[in-house]
Nanobody, 125 residues
């Protein structure tokens, strides 16, 4: 069974950097893509970044390109999301999720079938 556990959230100020971590049991012995999603109160969950099962390919939402870096360490079963220059958007839950690898590139959001509980990030102005 795939399990994902996020950590690293908290209260930060606009312009700060923050690194979120996800322990993803699917990182070894399977070919899952791991992704990070963000959901603000009253809004739909949106894709932020993803990384392939072998850590070789990264995917980013246009809104975070140049400000976020996703990386992984399969030996440690971890996927990290570093975000720089955080914008004051208030609180949001950041979720780590896993989707079966597909050969056509980035899995669509609907393909993610395992989710963590989320970690809250609040960016104050």
């Amino acid at each position: 069974q795939v399990q994902l556990v996020e950590s690293g959230g908290g209260l930060v100020q606009a312009g700060d950097s923050l690194t979120l971590s996800c322990v993803d049991s699917a990182r070894t012995g399977s070919t899952y893509t791991t992704g990070w999603f963000r959901q603000a109160p009253g809004k739909e969950r949106e894709f932020v970044a993803g990384i392939s099962w072998n850590c070789e390919t990264q995917y980013y939402a246009d809104s975070v390109k140049g400000r976020a870096t996703i990386s992984c360490d399969n030996a440690k079963k971890t996927v990290n999301l570093q975000m720089n220059g955080l914008q004051p958007k208030g609180p949001a839950l950041y979720y780590c999720a896993a989707a079966p690898h597909i050969n056509t590139g980035r899995p669509p959001p609907g393909n993610y079938d395992h989710w963590g509980q989320g970690t809250q990030v609040t960016v104050s102005s």
